[in-house]
C-alpha cells in the first residue's frame, strides 16, 4: 500500500515563499504520477500541479502557473511543491497523491478521482 506525508506547511507572509515536501513509500516513485492539490475551507479541492514518474512531465493549474514549481528527488523518494509571490488566495491544506499511472494526461491530471492515495495535508497560511 502506497504512503505520503507531507511537510513544510506554516505560515508565510504575503509575496513570500515556502517549499512543500511528499515523502512517498511503497511504490516507485520513478513509475507513478504524483499530485498536489490544495482545500481551503469551504471549498472545493483544487488541482494545483502533478508530474510523471517516468519523464518529468508537469501540469500546472492557472492559478499557480508561474509562480509554484514541482520536482522531485528519486533518491529521497520526495515530490516537492515550491511556492514564491504567495498570496492569500493560496491559504489552504495541501495534499499529495498518487496516480497509478506512468504517464500525465491533458484530460485528466487535474481529476481527483484519477489518484489512489492521498497524504494527510499539511497547512499553508498566507497572512500579514
Known amino acids: 500500500q502506497a504512503q505520503l506525508v507531507e511537510s513544510g506547511g506554516g505560515l508565510v507572509q504575503p509575496g513570500g515563499s515556502l517549499t512543500l515536501s511528499c515523502t512517498v513509500s511503497?511504490?516507485?516513485?520513478?513509475?507513478?504520477?504524483i499530485g498536489w492539490f490544495r482545500q481551503a475551507p469551504g471549498k472545493e479541492r483544487e488541482a494545483v500541479s502533478c508530474?510523471?514518474?517516468?519523464?518529468?512531465?508537469?501540469y500546472y493549474g492557472d492559478s499557480v502557473k508561474g509562480r509554484f514549481t514541482i520536482s522531485k528527488d528519486n533518491a529521497k523518494n520526495t515530490v516537492y511543491l515550491q511556492m514564491n509571490s504567495l498570496k492569500p488566495e493560496d491559504t489552504a491544506v495541501y495534499f499529495c497523491?498518487?496516480?497509478?499511472?506512468?504517464?500525465?494526461?491533458?484530460?485528466?491530471?487535474?481529476?481527483?478521482?484519477?489518484?489512489?492515495?492521498w497524504g494527510q495535508g499539511t497547512q499553508v497560511t498566507i497572512s500579514s
Open positions: 508530474i510523471s514518474g517516468s519523464d518529468g512531465s508537469a
Open positions: 497523491a498518487t496516480a497509478r499511472l506512468k504517464y500525465v494526461y491533458d484530460s485528466s491530471w487535474y481529476m481527483t478521482d484519477t489518484y489512489d492515495y
Open positions: 511503497g511504490f516507485p516513485l520513478d513509475e507513478y504520477v
